[in-house]
Structures are given as structure tokens and as C-alpha cells.
């Protein structure tokens, strides 16, 4: 089976981990038209590459982000939530 | 005829322990140690089986759990491979595939309509409507292998998780050397070898699983090795394959006749078992093997009638020589047309150009195929080697290692000394605090094979290049022709290399036949995938036990004491209503009902998810992430709370409760409990507010005490003061109850005065029991989740889930009340913009029917001029109001008060409704307020 | 069966993109029922390589949506005709479809399918427990004491086709008409001018052509990025697992939601078995061992004397996942280019219809009616098609 590497509690196999997709920034909801918030909603980069998701350690409750190469399977880099936070405040 | 040999040193049977057992009803006798194919064979039986499709008689081919055409039933097991499973006393053992036997099959007719059944031959016959379905009654019952019992019984395996720094696939040569290497560092060393027999042992610190395969490698080092009663999941940190390389037959006419068997089988037979394969033995080859097969045989006393060489020049100057030394007649550069058979449809001879021999064996040795798919699992590459003729290791994935034949190594001391070396680099790999990347050395100085040739020279007869599947060699050509043209096509038209074995001796000559017809060379031809399991894996193995994971709430055995009949929501079980003696269930749930609205009535919600948010930024959290606000919600007080998607769907509700200014108590629905909790802990993360959640559900426990007597019997167990005043409707309180600290709800879900009672999981039964001995006063009942259904429907709640789908939004849903709008943000509230603009597809409306209409059902359609308008989502006739009331999910158009809705139910006829505003029961709510008198 | 073309045309009438099921269809309905016969498919593998070599062959119109049962239900009488279509035998057997219930949520949910199924004169009805045992006196009703059948969803057009088979014959069916099928052939490049198809670039040259169909399923998002749309479309792995043969003992398809189950029989004996959709995103067709874990478990749980049945074979294959599960059809805000992906479980009981309807929505320049519900529009337009309607199951 697959390993994550947890930044909270290591390296831990991938069935005790839950997957929420990738970090999408979400445009202004008061600024943006409605088609731009409907592709917000529902359209997704489907495209294989490496992309930041959102992994959560089920068992601590943890949520980190991944750095995961989705065409390979290749976890690249994981760390906390708290780097990707001063983007999204801003 | 085979049969045994007086005792020689290093057998693996034990003579002192004979063994019982019948085969097709005839009685015979092994040794332990043997399986039950060389048991079998020692007594001189040849037909051990008959194949897929032609029914042909088969015996050993290869005798190294590829024997696909000598497996057994076993009692109520199918599909036993007898080369590989130990014999047992008084086992009872059956050839498979056959009709009334396995001397005088009933099906054998289809061997002779071989020629009328050419490849692909199912796919351009019987293709008519109207007689397919006879044909394939037909096909359906000549297919398939062994029978099942449908009476055989779940049977329990373990399973066991196991980490080491190296794991060794194999326990030849190489594998035993580098296991030891590895173990010599201080590794801790794992090897897994398919024979009851390896020379490593645990003595040199190796961990040694004998008689167990690996049936895939999977990522991150994961292998699934399967042991005869267990399945173990080994975590490694590097892995050794020296998995060795599978022998290939060669094609001529009759190729499969019992007595013509692999070199490396007679060898097996021999060694292991002390088994001859024969008296008068004929060796054809074209790698050294056959070679070195027939020195071991004749080391052993046995007669060598002729060894044939494939190819034009000796692969093996040397041990050819000392054959002929030894009397041996060698021919090289002639290969053989036809096997014939004796009586009994065993080999008595084989055809070559220019001569007849006569034999009672055959041993073929056709070259070989590097036994690389678990190597290719693990994400390893292989390319085609022109000079070993075989797929070798090209590329290896970070922390694998080869060694030995898989890497085209037949040479024991090479072998030995690439096994030590990657046993060394394997254990390094492991070791290594930052394990080094990219792919590992292969080394490697093979020895060559010559091709294996597929002369033809009569269209007659059948020469076989899968022995699984029953297919030839004119097979092959015929699809290639036919534009089956890839290797993938190729086999899926064929079904070569479908079977079970997996190809492992047919893909190697199917894709050189490819190659030669198509002028490509064999790794533009390339291979078919491979997959797990390399060796078929009983469901058992991989069940395991088979947990389910069921949750209970502290008062369950109160349930079942009290007549609960459980259903299941989610991992949990709840009762769905008490049986009592002598009552229907129809009036167990209205008897429950009228307790609750005339007294009281208690029931468990503790699956209900209770979560908790503490910190300063708490109530702006909620706002974000809730459909309603809570930021200005007293203390004290609660609030109903909706969930919502960024779509702007329903995802769920509870009650939300501000326990202190920075700290609020919070409820969710039993499904969508750990889901939910999840979810908030994601947007927590995202939004860093300065606030923390808690998901205190297992941890508390959940009752709800409602009915106008609910005050009455709380009063005499809680400090706290129940009065309107003190703790008005939505309020909510600390305090004792029994001896427990609670937190009480004053909420109106089924619309009566009521109190839901949160308690530590600890003190749950005790507080239950009070109430319940409280309640002996006012006549309490326990209510289940079939009359809170009822008791909610009556007040018109919906239920999420039931009464919305997956595509609601809250105005459909007539929720917008719950909905603040105006707040700065929350998840769904931009989408719940457009949806606002652009109106509701579809309305939940209240409907009421005057009678009991038992036939309507939750789902049967509303029909509005012959289109499909809606449907009822909820419906109950309600005693207390004496009719049908529901909820129905329709077209807007339709969702106007007094509107007559037509519902079709099953039958097909068809009950009016009327649309009708809810709550149906106490439309004020005045009862859920302030209780009625009693 | 199929001719091999040594070299590409310079221009092509259509273009079509994957040599599945779905695009080897439409070819052969574009060439038979609409003229147009100057059409390659251009295929990056093999035909049939992809999802249509790799599901489970079940086929079946019972969905929830009107859309999706009346889109559905034509596919069924399609599929009826094939092989006498293509003197071909696709071992069409109608083998009767379970869909297990374990809680009164999916009783419900049985019910709403049911009924809509009806709506449309599709044979389904809901059974109660006893019906089902009295079908299968195998099955072990109580799942083991902890997931009891309650009844299923019963759903007698139910069928199973061999899958490859059906890829050779529109195959073999379009050839004969003039269709050029390029295998081995990969699309580097879309060119899209003024919002319009020009052509396409391809690992043998490039082709010309003002209509390119899209047909995919698994890889649709990196042609949708050449021609810049974007998409809900996400892609997630599905598996299956195959076991050795045994002698027949199970006739009808039994699909068990609350288990995450569906099996059936092959005509070869072998029990074909798949389960969920894997939890994360992957484009790989990598096998994992708790799959077979978890999916034997629940075998076992219906059918507990399958203990010593050996599993010879896991796979995988790509699915093309839509926020709704439904299809993503028709035309697109690119002229000439057209979409049939978002097959989620990979769309194998459809093929027939894809083809039928693609094909007039291509020569046409249309949408065909029976696939108005599935445009790439619905979603900006928060109209969504709801088939997950279906798997919405709260408490």
C-alpha cells in the first residue's frame, strides 16, 4: 500500500489518510461574474501533473497539504496547512 | 509410465509415513511429503486431467504450480493445483472438467471437432437471437473448471502485517545468497520461497516462509505473500527479486500427450520425490537445461533414449559429449514433428525429419521466460536480450534488486555471487536514512538460449502454445492475420495467456510467433501487462476475516433488553421501534407515537455527531461555514443549523447551541457525522480563524425526553431549573441529571415540550435507567426511529436525505429561513445566489390524503398530464390527525396550497393528494413552546 | 477484421479521437447512417484498449434520471441487434440484474428508480428479501449478521456482452465502410482557429478537418486542455478483479451498493467482480491489494462458500468522473468539436447509443434529443442531471 508522509505524525499508510482534491483559489464572491464562480464550483484541472492537495490524517483529525505528481502516483513534498494560509487571507 | 524409485538421498518424502487417498475413486498410497500429483504419479497415473476446451487427456507439464491441466476437486475445493498441494491421508480427489469422469469424459467429442472450432470461432457462430440462448446453455455448461459447493462454508484466514529491510523472492541460488549477504549486515531478512524446502534457514537470521508465494508487489514495497493458512502484508525496505525464470515448451503435433513434460518437472519429480518419469526417456531442447535434465536422469539410473537439439550448433559442446560418452545418441539441428500416443493416450513416440523414436517420455526444454512480473509490478522494466532470448531486467525501481535466472543467470556460482552482491546492495538500501534514488545496478553475463522454433509441416493434429487455454500455434497465425495484430489484441481475441496460469509459458512463443509475422523485433512486439496475483489467491486469503466496523451507543443492551428491532444507519445500529408481545408492528409504532404526544416518550440519539468549536473567532467560524448565524446567538440559547456545499446543495443539519461566549455545542446528522467534522476541520485549516474543533460523539451520549410530561419527569432528576422562564423553548443548559453532568436541549423536533439530554458515555446507562424509572409514572414509553419519523413528519421537519436529494438547495427545500443571506460569507451563499435568481426547479410541499392510503409509498411518482412531476419523499398515515399526511418533492407549477396532486403507486393506480401547509400537527408550534397541560 | 493504413490522409470529413467502444461506434453509424465515410479514428494504443477492455461488461437501463433511463434504454435495444448487425456474436446474454438493498434508505431509493424505469416502459420492480432468496438460495440473505438484504431493485433486461467483441465489430463494421482506423497513432495538438476546428497533430503528421469527436474516457481532460475548455471532468482509477473458472452457478448480475459489490459470470465460467472507485485521483492503471482485500470480504459476506474460489487477475482502467455522474455529450462552445466523456464507470453499456447519438450530432452539427441533459453547459448553468440523486443515501 501506499505511504504518506504526514507532517504531523510521519509516515503512515495511504488507507488512513483522506483526500479532499486540490487547492483551488477561490475568486471574489462579490467581484466575480457567475460563470467565473461556476467554474470555480464545478470545473477541475484534470490534467495529470504535479498538483497541491488537500490530505487529511483521519485518525489526528490533521489537515496537510501534498505536493503529488498525479500522473505517477509520486508524492513530492508534504507540509502544513499554515504555508498555503497567508495566500488565501490576503 | 512413471513410477518410483527405491530410496535416494535428499528426498523429500518421508516412506516410514504412508498416506491414504482416493482419486476418481480409486484407492492409492504416497508418502508424506509428496503432493498429490507426484502421488499420483509414483503410482503410475498419467491422466491427471482434462483440458479447457478440447477436453484433451492431460498430465504434468511443468510441475511448478503451473499445472492448470492437472488440478483437482477437493472435497468442496476447486481448482487445487496438485504439483503443489502436500498430499493429506484420506483425501479425496477428482479430476475437474470432465463429464462422468476422467477415463471417459462425455465432452472428449470436442477434440475431434477441433478442426471446426478454429480461434475466434465463438464470435462467428450461433450469432442468431433467436438460438443463442440454447447455444450458450450449452457453452455455459461446458466452461469452467471445478465446481463449487454453495454449501462449503465461510472460512476465517488470518491475516498479519511483517516489516523487514529486505524481502527475497525466492529461494534458489541467488535467493538464498542474498538473503544470507543481507542478514550478514545486521538486515533483518524476509524470504519467501513457493517449495516446502529452501537452504536458508532461520539460523542465519532469515525470516523463512516456505510453501508461500508473493502474489503482488504493489507501491511503496508492499507484498501481499500468501502462506497456506495466512495471508501476511509485508512492508519492505527493499526487496530482492530472484524469482527465477519459467521454462517454455516447444510446439509440435501432440505436444501435450501425458508422459511429455518440462526438463526441470522430470528433475523435480526426481529429486524431490524420487519419481522416474519414464524408462525410456527422449529429450528435446534447444537451451543447455535439457542437457543438464538429462545427466541428473541418468545419474539416477535412468535410460536416456535420445536427446534432440533444436538448434543448428550445440549450445552445450560440453555436456553433449559426455553424453554420448555415456551411450547417449545426440542429434542436434532436428526437431520434432509429432508425438504419437500408446492405448492408454500417453506419448509412445515422437516423429522427427528423419526418424521415429520410441519413448514413454519426453522431457522439452524450450528456453525460458524470465519469471519478472512481480518485478514488473513493483514498476520494473525488462527489454528482449537477443543472445539469453529472454525479457531481461532493463530498468529497476528505487530499492529493487535482481539476481539470478530473472536476470538471465543459470550458472549456480554466478548466480551465488550476483545474489550476494544484490543481498549487500539491498540491505544498504534499506539502511540508508535518505534512501538513495533513481533505479539500482543490473549486472549481469547470461548464458544464451536459441529460439524455440515452430516448424510445421501438417496442417493435422495440435501443436499447443498455451496448454491453459487449449490454443495452437496456427491459432496464433490465424488471428494475427485476422488484424489481431498487438500483443493486448492478440490476446484478447486468443485468450492466450488468460488463463490461469497467466501465460507462463505461452507469452513468451505467442509474442515471438507476433514478432516473426509482423517483421518486428520482440520489444516493438512488446508484452501483455502484468498484473497481481502471479500465483491465483483464494478469496479467503484476501478476506481475511472480513471486519466490519458497527458502532453502538452506551444504552444498546437497554435496546435489546426492551424488544428493540434494529435497522442499520450507517456503521451505527438504531432501533427502529420495540416489539411488544402480541402487537403488529404498525402498532408498536403508533403506540409509541400517541405516548409521546399524550405523556412522554425517551429515545436514543446518541448517533447523532456532537461536535464542539472553543476560541475567540468560534461564532464567526460557524458563520462561515453554516448556512445561518451564530455569532449573535445568546448564550444559553440554540439555533438551527444548515450545511451547505459550495453548490449551494443541502449536506446537513442539526442544533447548534452557544454553551459560553467562546464556545459552542453542535449536532450533526448520525450519516453525516464524521464527514461533517471532517469538513469543517479542512475549512478550520483554511481559513486559520482562532478556533478549534472537537468531535465529541463517541465521547457523549444523547437521549431526548419529549412529551407534555417530559418537565414533569425531568423536574425530579436535574438541578436545573426547567421552568418557561429559567429555560425557555431552544434553550440550552448545564447541570445534573442522575448524577451526570448534562447538557440539556430544549428542542422541538417532534413537536412536543422535550428536553434532548447529553451525558459522558460513562454515566449513560445510569441516567437512562433513572428516567426510565422515573417514567414508570407517566406511563413512558421508548420510542424508536420509525415513530420519530411519524412524530417529525407530523410537524412537516424533512429529513436530509430522504426528503431532499443530492441536487437540493435550501429554497427548494422551503428552507430559506435558515438561510442569513446578508452575512459577509458562507460556503454556498454565492451559488445560493444565482439559484435564488433563477428559482427553484423543483418545491417540498406538505400534501394530506383523508384516509389511510397503506398503498402509498416514500418514492412513488407524482404525474401531472402522463409526465413524471415529482414524488413523495415522506408519507404516513397519522393517527393523530386520522389521515394521510406527506411530503412530496414536486414541480413548482404544482407546489400552490389546494392543489390536487395524483401520486401513482406500484400497481399502477393512481391516489389524489392535496397540497397543504405544514406543520401539519399544532401548525403554532404552541406545544414544543410551552407543553400543553397534562 | 481490420485493415492496417501505412500512412494518414492529409485531410479527414471527421476526425475521431479514441478507438473505443464509444468512437469505433460512432464511426460505424456515421459511415452506415449519415454518408460520411472520409472519417479516421485515430487510436494512441490498440482498439478496445482502454475502458471498453476493461469493465465489468454489465449492462443495464435502470438509472434515476429520466434522462439517463430513456438514454439507456435505447442502448438496451441496440445492444439487442448487434450481433445479427455485425455477423458477429457478441455473447449478448440477458442474465437478469440485482441491485441489493441493505437499508430502508436504499429500499427507497430502489423504489424512486423503479418507478421512473417503469415511467419509461423499462422492466424494473423492487422485490422483497424472500423474492431475492427464492432467485439465489445461495446468497446468504443476512450477509453475514450484518448488512441483512431487505430486497433489490429487480431489473430483468440485466445483460452482459463481451466487451472486447463489441469494439472488433463496430471495428470491423466501420473498416468495411471506408473507415480508416489508426492504431498506434497518438494526438499531439488540437488546432483551434476562431473558435473552430482546423486540424489535428499526431504523432504520424498532421490531418486536416473541420469536425474532431472527442471520445476518450479517462484521458479527456488533456484533449480538452489542447483546445482549451475546461471541465469538471476528474479523473479516479476504478478496478476489478477476475477469478479462475468454475462451473456455472450463478446466472443473473448481482450488484450490491451498501457492499460496494457487482458480479457476474462469464459465459467462460469466471466470476467477473468490481467495487468502488478509488478514493484519490490517479492516472495510472496501477492495481492495489486492499482493493481485492475489501472486495473479497464483501464476496464473502453474499456468498460465503467462495472462500477457496482463487482470484486470478486485478486491473484497472481510468474514469472520467462528473460532479452530477452523469455524461458529459454533444456540442461544444468550439465549433467542430465534440465531446462524449464523463463516463464515470466507464460507460461500456452505452456504447451503442453513444454511437447512435454522437453520430447524428456530429453530421449534423446538433445535438441529438436523447442526450440534451448531458451538454458541457449544464454546469454554468447549475443544471445539473442528478444520477447521484441515486447514491445520495443520509442517515
Known sequence: MKQLRCPLNGVRPVSEFAYAGEVRDMPDPDACTDPQWADYVFNRSGVPGVKREWWCHIASGYWFIAERDTARDAVIDTYPVEKLREVHRA | ?934 | MFRRHERLRDSYDVVIIGGGGHGLAAAYYLARDHGVRNIAVIEKGYIGGGNTGRNTTIIRSNYLTPEGVQFYDESVRLWQDLSADFDLNLFYSTRGHFTLAHTDASMRTMRWRAEVNKHYGVKSEVVDAAYVKNALPMIDIECGGHAPVLGALYHAPGAIARHDAVAWGYGRGADQRGVEIHQETEVTGIDVEAGRIKGVRTTRGYISTSKVLCAVAGFTPRLLEMVGLRSPIYIHPLQAMVSEPIKPWLDPIIVSGSLHVYVSQTARGELVMGSTLDPYEVHQTRSTLDFTETLSAHMLDLFPFLSEVKIVRQWAGLADMTPDFAPIMGTTPIEGFYLDAGWGTWGFKATPVCGKTMSHTVATGRNHPLIAGFGLDRFARFELTGEKGAASVGH
Request: aromatic share 8%; glycine share 10%.
Open chain 2, 1 to 934: 509410465m512413471m513410477y518410483r524409485l527405491p530410496q535416494r538421498e535428499g528426498e523429500w518424502i518421508d516412506r516410514t509415513r504412508s498416506l491414504a487417498f482416493t482419486f476418481e475413486g480409486v484407492r492409492y498410497e504416497g508418502f508424506a511429503g509428496d503432493t498429490i500429483t507426484s502421488a499420483l504419479s509414483a503410482a503410475g497415473v498419467m491422466i491427471l486431467g482434462r483440458s479447457f476446451k478440447y477436453h484433451r487427456p492431460r498430465g504434468i507439464l511443468s510441475f511448478a504450480n503451473h499445472d492448470v491441466n492437472a488440478i483437482f476437486q477437493v472435497g468442496p475445493v476447486p481448482n487445487v493445483r496438485g504439483d503443489v498441494t502436500p498430499l493429506a491421508d484420506g483425501m479425496e480427489v477428482l479430476a475437474v472438467n470432465t463429464v462422468g469422469g476422467l477415463q471417459s469424459d462425455r465432452a472428449q467429442w470436442i477434440d475431434r471437432l477441433g478442426r471446426f472450432l478454429p480461434v475466434g470461432f465463438y464470435y462467428k457462430a450461433f450469432n442468431s437471437k433467436r438460438f443463442f440462448p440454447r447455444w450458450e446453455r450449452l457453452i455455459r455448461n461446458l466452461s469452467g473448471l471445478g465446481q463449487i459447493s454453495v454449501d462449503a462454508p465461510r472460512l476465517q484466514t488470518p491475516k498479519r502485517y511483517a516489516f523487514c529491510d529486505v524481502l527475497v523472492i525466492g529461494g534458489g541460488v541467488a535467493g538464498e545468497a542474498a538473503a544470507r549477504a543481507a542478514a550478514a549486515t545486521g538486515a533483518k531478512v524476509m524470504l519467501v520461497d513457493e517449495s516446502t524446502r529452501v537452504s536458508a534457514h532461520s539460523a542465519d537470521g532469515v525470516d523463512v516462509l516456505t510453501s508461500s508465494y508473493v502474489a503482488g508487489v504493489y507501491a511503496d514495497r508492499w507484498a501481499a505473500v500468501i502462506e497456506p493458512h495466512r495471508m501476511t502484508k509485508v512492508r519492505a525496505g527493499a526487496i530482492v527479486f530472484a524469482t527465477g525464470a519459467i521454462e517454455q515448451p516447444i510446439a509440435f503435433h501432440n505436444n501435450d500427450l501425458p508422459g511429455i513434460v518440462m526438463a526441470g518437472a522430470a528433475q523435480r519429480l526426481l529429486q524431490r520425490h524420487s519419481i522416474a518419469v519414464g524408462r525410456k526417456v527422449l529429450v528435446v531442447t534447444t537451451h543447455r537445461a535439457g542437457y543438464e535434465a538429462a545427466v541428473a536422469l541418468l545419474d539416477a539410473g535412468l535410460s536416456i533414449a535420445h536427446i534432440v537439439e533444436l538448434n543448428s550448433t550445440s549450445v552445450a559442446p560440453d555436456l553433449s559429449s559426455l553424453l554420448i560418452q555415456r551411450g547417449v545418441k545426440v542429434v542436434v539441428g532436428d526437431a520434432p514433428i509429432e508425438a504419437e500416443r500408446n492405448a492408454e493416450g500417453c506419448v509412445a513416440a515422437v516423429h522427427f525429419a528423419g526418424e521415429r523414436i520410441d519413448c514413454d517420455a519426453v522431457l522439452m526444454s524450450g528456453g525460458w521466460a524470465a519469471a519478472a512480473q512481480l518485478l514488473l509490478q513493483a514498476g520494473g522494466k525488462t527489454a528482449f536480450d537477443d543472445a539469453a532470448q529472454m525479457h531481461l531486467p532493463s530498468e529497476l525501481p528505487a530499492g529493487c534488486f535482481v539476481s539470478g535466472a530473472i536476470n538471465g543467470l543459470f550458472n549456480a556460482e554466478a548466480a551465488c555471487m550476483e545474489g550476494r552482491t544484490a543481498g549487500r546492495a539491498a540491505a544498504e538500501f534499506a539502511s540508508a536514512t535518505v534512501p538513495p534514488s533513481g533505479s539500482s545496478i543490473i549486472a549481469r553475463s547470461s548464458s544464451p538460449v536459441a529460439p524455440s522454433p515452430h516448424r510445421r509441416q501438417d496442417p493435422r493434429g495440435k501443436d499447443f502454445i498455451d496448454f491453459d487455454e487449449d490454443l495452437q500455434v496456427k491459432d496464433i497465425e490465424n488471428a494475427i492475420h485476422e488484424g489481431f495484430d498487438s500483443i493486448e489484441l492478440l490476446k484478447r481475441y486468443t485468450t492466450v495467456g488468460m488463463g490461469p496460469s497467466q501465460g507462463k509459458h505461452s507469452n513468451l512463443n505467442a509474442a515471438r510467433i507476433l514478432a516473426g509475422k509482423r517483421g518486428l523485433s520482440m520489444d516493438q512486439v512488446g508484452l501483455t501487462t502484468a498484473r497481481p496475483m502471479y500465483h491465483p489467491v483464494p478469496m479467503k486469503h484476501l478476506a481475511g476475516r472480513g471486519f466490519t466496523p458497527e458502532r453502538a451507543t452506551p444504552i444498546a443492551p437497554r435496546h435489546s433488553d426492551a424488544g428493540a428491532v434494529w435497522m442499520l444507519a450507517g456503521n451505527w445500529r438504531r432501533p427502529e421501534y420495540y416489539m411488544r408481545e402480541g402487537e403488529s408492528r404498525e402498532q408498536c409504532i403508533a403506540g409509541e407515537v400517541a405516548v409521546v404526544r399524550n405523556s412522554v416518550g425517551l429515545i436514543d440519539v446518541g448517533t447523532l455527531g456532537k461536535i464542539e468549536v472553543h476560541g475567540p473567532d468560534a461564532g464567526a467560524f460557524l458563520d462561515r461555514a453554516y448556512a445561518g448565524r451564530y455569532s449573535d446567538l445568546k448564550v444559553g440559547m440554540t439555533r438551527y443549523g444548515l450545511l451547505l456545499d459550495e453548490a449551494g446543495t443541502i449536506v446537513d443539519d442539526g442544533v447548534v447551541a452557544r454553551l459560553h461566549e467562546e464556545s459552542f455545542y453542535f449536532t450533526t446528522t448520525t450519516g453525516g457525522s464524521a464527514g461533517v467534522y471532517r469538513d469543517l476541520l479542512r475549512l478550520n485549516a483554511l481559513w486559520g480563524l482562532n478556533c478549534s474543533l472537537v468531535n465529541v460523539t463517541g465521547h457523549r451520549a444523547a437521549f431526548n425526553l419529549a412529551g407534555p410530561r417530559s418537565r414533569d419527569l425531568l423536574s425530579a432528576m436535574t438541578s436545573v431549573n426547567l421552568n418557561d422562564g429559567a429555560f425557555p423553548y431552544l434553550g440550552v443548559r448545564e447541570g445534573i441529571v442522575g448524577a451526570a453532568n448534562a447538557r440539556l436541549l430544549r428542542v422541538g423536533f417532534v413537536g412536543e415540550l422535550g428536553y434532548e439530554i447529553h451525558v459522558p458515555h460513562s454515566h449513560a446507562q445510569r441516567v437512562w435507567d433513572g428516567l426510565v424509572e422515573q417514567g414508570r409514572k407517566f406511563d413512558l414509553r421508548l420510542f424508536g426511529v420509525e415513530a420519530q419519523r411519524v412524530l417529525r413528519l407530523e410537524k412537516g421537519h424533512f429529513i436530509i436525505g430522504q426528503d431532499t436529494d443530492g441536487l437540493t438547495n435550501p429554497f427548494e427545500a422551503q428552507a430559506g429561513w435558515a438561510v442569513r443571506m446578508q452575512k459577509p460569507f458562507f460556503i454556498g451563499q454565492r451559488s445560493l445566489r444565482l439559484l435564488e435568481r433563477r428559482g427553484p426547479r423543483q418545491l417540498l410541499v406538505g400534501f394530506e390524503i383523508e384516509n389511510a392510503v397503506p398503498a402509498l409509498k416514500e418514492c412513488h411518482l407524482a404525474i401531472d398530464n402522463g409526465e413524471i412531476a415529482g414524488r413523495v419523499t415522506s408519507v404516513t398515515y397519522s393517527n393523530t390527525l386520522g389521515k394521510t399526511i406527506g411530503l412530496a418533492m414536486i414541480k413548482p407549477s404544482l407546489a400552490v396550497l389546494g392543489t390536487k396532486l395524483t401520486f401513482r403507486v406500484t400497481d399502477g393506480s393512481t391516489v389524489t393528494a392535496t397540497v397543504c401547509p405544514t406543520p401539519f400537527f399544532d401548525h403554532d408550534n404552541q406545544r414544543q413552546k410551552f407543553g400543553v397541560a397534562a
